[in-house]
C-alpha cells in the first residue's frame, strides 16, 4: 500500500506544480502615503509568484481609472517615478499581466492610499452678504477662497485679533457670520489659510484686508422750537430737528401733517428750519422725519401754537426745618397764567438774581415754572418778586406781588397761631377736669344705688307675705306717732327717701296698704305724714 500512496503524491505535486506556472501571485504595493504637489516620489512593486519564461508587464494606476496609466515597467520588481500631482490623490494600485499571454488573468494589489498636499496660495476674503457697509442688526457674511491649497485651515481676524467663536460668530471653516452686527463689528477683516507635510513644512496665505463699516440706524428725532422776532412784527418759529445718534449723513425733513414743508440732508444730526407764526394762533402740527438709508425714523407731533405772556404772575413759597425747628431753607415758585416761551427773572431789593449766587440758586422749568432756592441767612433777607416776559420780546413784562423774607420773621409765630395754640390748651384743660369731676360723681352714685336696690328688695319681700284682711287700723296709735314719723324721715338718707316716695306714687293703694302692715310705729307716722 505504501508504494502507491507514494506514486499518488508524486502525480498530485507535479499536477499542482504545473497549475502553478499557469497563474499570476498578487502583486505588493508600497510607497508613501503623503506628498506634495511637484514632488517626484517613488513607488515600488513586486510579484513573488509568476510562471517562468513569461514577460511580466507591472503597471501603475488609481483605482477605479484604469484609462490613465500612471506608470508601468516589464519586471518582476520595479518602481515608479511620480511626479506628484492633485490627480494622484486617493487610492492607488499596481496591475501585473502576463505580456505575451492572454490566457493568463491580470492580478491586482492591494489599494494604498496617498495624501496629497498643495500649498496654499491667493487667500482672498469675499462678502457674501453684499456690501461692505451694513446697518446695525444685519447679518455679515464672509468667505476666504483660495487660487490653491487643500487640507487646509482658517483662521479669521478683524482689526489683527482672532475673531472667537460665540453666539453671534460663527466660525465655520472658510466662512465667517456674523449675526445682529453692530457698530463694536466695524473693522479690517482678513483670513489666514493654512496647511503642512508632516511638521517640516508648512504652508500660509494671508488675504489683503476688507474694510467692514457698521451703520448706526438713526434715532427717533426730538423736535423743538425758538421763536424769533425779525424786522418789526414778523415772528418765525426756528424748528430743530436732533437724532441723538445715527451714522452720516441724515436727510431731515419737516411735515405739516400730511404736508412736507422742509427737507435737507446734513452731516450732523441736526437740522433748523424756519416756519413763518402769527402769533396766539394755531398753526396745525408738525413732526421731524430723518433717515441715513436704513429705516425712516419720526419724532412725536408738536403743535405749532406761541401764545404771548399774560398775568397775573403768582408767587408762592415752601420752606425746610432744621434740626432745632428753625426754617433754614426756602423755595419760591413762579408761574405766569398764560404763556407758551416765558422767560423768569427774580429780583432781591430790585436787584436782578442771575444764575447761582452766595445764598441763592435758580431753577427754570419753562414753559411752566421758575423756582429761586435760598439759604435763609442775613444776606438773604429782602424783598423778592418775580417778572415774566416773553423770551422773543422783552418790550412786555409782568411783576408778581413782593414778599419780604428774614430770618427772624420766618421763625417768629404769628399772633394769630399763638392764640389759637393757647385756646386749644384752655379747652383741653377744661375737658380734663369735666371728666375727673364726672368720675367721682359717678363713682359715689354707683355706691349709693347700690344701697338703694338693696332696701327695695326688701319692700318686694315684704310685699309678697301682706294679706288685706288683717289689717286694722288705730287712729289714736297714728295720732301719736306723726310727730316721732317726722324725726324719723328727717333722720332719712335723702337718696333713700327719694327712693320711697318714688315707690309710694307708682304703686297702687292696695299695694301701699299691704306696706303700712308691717312698717313699725315710728316708720308708719311717715306714711301718715305724707
Not at 472658510?174 to 457698530?183: A, E, G, N, P, V
Amino acid at each position: 500500500m505504501c508504494p502507491y500512496l507514494l506514486v499518488g503524491m508524486l502525480l498530485a505535486s507535479r499536477y499542482y506544480s504545473e497549475e502553478d506556472s499557469k497563474i499570476l501571485g498578487r502583486p505588493e504595493l508600497f510607497g508613501p502615503s503623503v506628498a506634495v504637489v511637484n514632488d517626484v516620489v517613488d513607488f515600488n512593486c513586486e510579484l513573488l509568484i509568476h510562471p517562468k519564461n513569461e514577460t511580466i508587464l507591472l503597471e501603475l494606476f488609481k483605482e477605479g481609472n484604469r484609462h490613465k496609466l500612471l506608470g508601468f515597467n516589464t519586471a518582476h520588481v520595479t518602481s515608479f517615478s511620480i511626479f506628484i500631482s492633485t490627480f494622484h490623490e486617493g487610492n492607488l494600485e499596481c496591475v501585473a499581466r502576463a505580456q505575451n499571454n492572454s490566457q493568463l488573468k491580470p492580478a491586482v494589489s492591494h489599494t494604498h492610499n496617498l495624501k496629497v498636499i498643495e500649498p496654499v496660495a491667493g487667500a482672498e476674503v469675499i462678502i457674501q452678504s453684499g456690501s461692505s457697509e451694513l446697518f446695525e442688526g444685519s447679518t455679515l457674511e464672509l468667505r476666504c477662497t483660495l487660487t490653491a491649497g487643500n487640507h487646509v485651515s482658517y483662521k479669521w481676524l478683524v482689526n489683527g485679533r482672532p475673531v472667537s467663536q460665540s453666539q453671534l460668530h460663527d466660525v465655520t471653516n472658510d466662512q465667517l457670520f456674523i449675526y445682529r452686527i453692530t457698530s463694536a463689528d466695524t473693522g479690517s477683516y482678513m483670513c489666514i489659510a493654512t496647511n503642512h507635510y508632516n511638521t517640516t513644512r508648512v504652508f500660509t496665505s494671508n488675504s489683503s484686508d476688507v474694510e467692514i463699516t457698521v451703520k448706526e440706524t438713526v434715532s427717533k428725532p426730538d423736535i423743538s422750537f425758538n421763536v424769533s422776532k425779525e424786522d418789526f412784527h414778523k415772528y418765525f418759529a426756528v424748528v430743530t430737528c436732533q437724532s441723538t445718534r445715527g451714522t452720516l449723513p441724515i436727510a431731515f425733513s419737516l411735515h405739516n401733517r400730511t404736508e412736507l414743508a422742509f427737507s435737507m440732508t446734513v452731516n450732523e444730526r441736526k437740522a433748523i428750519f424756519k416756519v413763518p407764526l402769527v402769533l396766539d394762533k394755531h398753526l396745525g402740527w408738525l413732526r421731524c422725519q430723518a433717515n441715513n438709508g436704513n429705516e425712516d425714523a419720526f419724532s412725536q407731533w408738536l403743535p405749532l401754537l406761541v401764545e404771548r405772556v399774560s398775568g397775573p404772575v403768582k408767587v408762592h413759597y415752601d420752606y425746610d426745618i432744621g434740626k432745632n425747628y428753625a426754617v433754614n431753607g426756602l423755595r419760591f415758585y413762579c408761574k405766569a397764567t398764560k404763556g407758551s416761551h416765558p422767560r423768569y427773572r427774580w429780583f432781591l431789593n430790585q436787584t436782578l438774581l442771575r444764575g447761582r449766587g452766595s445764598f441763592y440758586y435758580t431753577v427754570d422749568q419753562p414753559p411752566d415754572q421758575s423756582i429761586l432756592l435760598l439759604s435763609v441767612g442775613r444776606s438773604s433777607a429782602g424783598t423778592y418778586h418775580c417778572e415774566v416776559s416773553d423770551i422773543f420780546d422783552n418790550a412786555t413784562a409782568i411783576s408778581s406781588n413782593k414778599q419780604y423774607i428774614d430770618k427772624k420773621a420766618l421763625n417768629r409765630l404769628p399772633g394769630s397761631v399763638v392764640a389759637f395754640v393757647f385756646g386749644c390748651f384752655t379747652f383741653l384743660l377744661l375737658l380734663v377736669s369735666a371728666c375727673c369731676l364726672d368720675g367721682v360723681f359717678r363713682t359715689r352714685k354707683n355706691g349709693e344705688n347700690a344701697t338703694l336696690s338693696q332696701e327695695m328688695e326688701t319692700f318686694d319681700a315684704l310685699e309678697d307675705e301682706l294679706e288685706i284682711s288683717e289689717y286694722h287700723e288705730d287712729d289714736d296709735v297714728v295720732k301719736s306717732a306723726r310727730c316721732d314719723g317726722l324725726n324719723w324721715v328727717g333722720s332719712m338718707n335723702p337718696l333713700k327717701l327719694h327712693g320711697l316716695v318714688h315707690q309710694l306714687l307708682i304703686c297702687p293703694p292696695i299695694e301701699i296698704t299691704k306696706i303700712l302692715k308691717y312698717v313699725p310705729h315710728k316708720q308708719s307716722c311717715m306714711f301718715s305724714y305724707f
